[in-house]
């Protein structure tokens, strides 16, 4: 069984930072692109930022300059490194790894999301 677990999240004032955390475990085979996707009520889940197992990172427009991804391929991590937080942030992240299994090919898993609020 693969599990993506998230860890971070929380409540910040504007302004402020947080880093949030996907580890990966399981039987993985191969560990392609990683990323994180935000999700608010009544709303289409959207991309933050994605990189790539080379490295290569791709961002939304609205958090461009203010995040960034990184991720630990020994450690089958992913992290998202927040600053400059504002009130539109607030949302459910949720971590996206490809990875193939000793049972499938490549496809994409999805964490189980953890909240994070911008708030004073």
């Known amino acids: 069984q693969v599990r993506l677990v998230e860890s971070g999240g929380g409540l910040v004032q504007p302004g402020g930072s947080l880093r949030l955390s996907c580890a990966a475990s399981?039987?993985?085979?191969?560990?392609?692109?990683m990323g994180w996707y935000r999700q608010v009520p009544g709303k289409e889940r959207d991309l933050v930022a994605r990189?790539?197992?080379?490295?290569?990172?791709d961002y939304g427009d609205s958090v461009k300059g203010r995040f960034t991804i990184s991720r630990d391929n020994g450690k089958n991590a992913v992290y998202l490194q927040m600053t400059s937080l504002k009130p539109e942030d607030t949302a459910v992240y949720y971590c996206?790894?490809?990875?193939?299994?000793?049972?499938?090919?490549?496809?994409?898993?999805w964490g189980q999301g953890i909240q994070v609020t911008v708030s004073s």
């Open positions: 996206n790894a490809n990875m193939a299994t000793r049972l499938s090919p490549s496809s994409p898993f």
């Open positions: 990189i790539t197992s080379r490295g290569d990172t």
């Open positions: 399981g039987s993985i085979f191969s560990l392609n692109g």
